[in-house]
């Protein structure tokens, strides 16, 4: 199976911080990745998909870049409704993996 | 508005059964695929099994090597989860989440989740 590495796990950031996230795929998955984002007791979101498009309503400041094997998600300018954990997947073909997640914390 | 609902999560004791429900309101069901997504406490996210828009096709995770099927009510607006077997590990948050029109493993609607707790 791919494995979905992300990096940090964790990270402590300012509000107005510019914010990059990586994942890493152990095979090449072209694009077919996406980004959700997760709030303490409330279920993920998607916010990006095939790598580098937005979903419908969430903020510009969110951007995703990557092809085959590297990703990144990338906040431009952290706000207080950003501090949450973030997780790749990949949606190349089954079985689906997530990767394990990176916790964006207030400093 | 788009929405989807889960139930049916409780306490059950291990090799216990369960079955869990997704009612899914607002878009047409049985043109989407579905999958369930499940989260341990304080753990991350993990992927369960998907099902084809009209049942047809069915997708699991390797370890849960045969114990969980996915089936599906087009009919009824609502997707299942039938969990047997069931051991200590499968505690967890249980997600209902509706795959994407244009690519079926990406996740673009998730509900609530309902709580299956494993304990004797």
């Known amino acids: 199976d791919i494995q979905m590495t992300q990096s940090p796990s964790s990270l402590s950031a300012s509000v107005g911080d510019r914010v990059t996230i990586t994942c890493r795929a152990s095979q090449n998955i072209n694009n077919y990745l996406n980004w959700y984002q997760q709030k303490p007791g409330k279920a993920p979101k998607l916010l990006m998909y095939?790598?580098?498009s937005l979903q419908s309503g969430v903020p510009s400041r969110f951007s995703g870049s990557g092809s085959g094997t590297d990703f990144t998600l990338t906040i431009s300018s952290l706000q207080p409704e950003d501090f949450a954990t973030y997780y790749c997947?990949?949606?190349?073909?089954?079985?689906?993996?997530f990767g394990g997640g990176t916790k964006v914390e207030i400093k | 508005q788009v929405q989807l609902v889960e139930s049916g999560g409780g306490v059950v004791q291990p090799g216990g059964s369960l079955r869990l429900s997704c009612a899914a309101s607002g878009f047409t069901f049985s043109n989407h695929a579905m999958h369930w997504v499940r989260q341990a406490p304080g753990k991350g996210l993990e992927w369960v099994a998907v099902i084809s828009s009209d049942g047809s096709n069915k997708y699991y995770a390797d370890s849960l090597k045969g114990r969980f099927t996915i089936p599906r009510d087009n009919s009824k607006n609502t997707l299942y989860l039938q969990m047997d077997s069931l051991r200590p590990d499968d505690t967890a948050v249980y997600y209902c989440?509706?795959?994407?029109?244009?690519?079926?493993?990406?996740?673009?609607?998730w509900g609530q989740g309902t709580t299956v707790t494993v304990s004797s």
């Open positions: 095939a790598a580098s």
């Open positions: 989440a509706r795959g994407g029109i244009n690519s079926w493993l990406r996740m673009d609607v």
């Open positions: 997947q990949r949606s190349y073909a089954t079985p689906v993996t």
